[in-house]
């Protein structure tokens, strides 16, 4: 079967630098994507990864290694206002996206 | 604005109630998505649509029927509601499906409750 796998909270201080793992097991691959989604709203966008390596957007980074069905993603200078759930996606062969249940991060002054 | 819009964005209604929820897109997007998202938080995908095509149709039961009438428009019928149906239900689109790089946009969720 397909699954994503990522913790389900993980605890941060405001300006630390915080890391979410994600691990995957897919019927074929074709990019990675991580959402972020504040409580009673809807997920929005963060980055794609398709080849190995890291890519770095502003305070967020992620970085890929598909021969160990492996990301994670960086948040850097943390913010209250990044307090929410990160989701993991991974899009399949059949281009379907398969979604992990979140890791609530929680930062703390 | 250019965005995904769903109403209503809260619904209560009583078991063995039907329903409707309304799902437009103003981005020019070919597909169109209806997800569920449960208590645990899982993003659930129920349908998709490409160009008025219904192209994945996930194991859900038959009470569910999504209803396109055009590319900017999927609608989500519910029949016979169950206390199980409580979730919040989540519109989505993206510019076409076989794509990798494929941003899906999402609504802002309708929170349906049965009693």
């Known amino acids: 079967g397909q699954n994503i796998d990522q913790p389900t909270e993980m605890t941060a201080t405001e300006g630390a630098i915080v890391q979410i793992n994600c691990t995957y097991q897919?019927?074929?691959?074709?990019?990675l994507f991580w959402y972020q989604q504040h409580a009673g709203e809807a997920p929005t966008f963060l980055s794609y990864?398709?080849l190995d390596g890291l890519e770095e957007k502003g305070r967020f980074s992620s970085f890929l290694s598909r021969s160990k069905g492996y990301s994670y993603l960086l948040l850097k200078e943390l913010q209250m206002k990044d307090s929410a759930s990160y989701l993991c996606a991974v899009m399949d062969s059949n281009y379907q996206l398969i979604w992990g249940a979140g890791t609530k991060l929680i930062i703390k002054p | 604005d250019t965005a995904v819009s769903q109403t209503p964005k809260y619904l209560v209604t009583q078991m063995g109630n039907d329903k409707s929820i309304k799902c437009e897109q103003n981005l020019g997007h070919d597909t169109m998505y209806w997800y569920k998202q449960d208590s645990k938080k899982f993003l659930k995908i129920m349908f998709s649509?490409?160009?008025?095509?219904?192209?994945i149709n996930e194991t859900v039961p038959n009470r569910f029927s999504p209803k396109s009438p055009d590319k900017a428009h999927l609608n989500l019928h519910i029949n016979s509601l169950e206390l199980g149906d409580s979730a919040v239900y989540f519109c989505?689109?993206?510019?076409?499906?076989?794509?990798?790089?494929?941003?899906?946009?999402f609504g802002p969720g309708t929170r349906l409750t049965v009693l």
């Open positions: 989505a689109s993206s510019p076409r499906l076989a794509d990798t790089y494929n941003e899906q946009f």
């Open positions: 897919t019927s074929g691959f074709n990019g």
């Open positions: 649509y490409n160009n008025k095509e219904l192209i």
């Open positions: 990864n398709v």
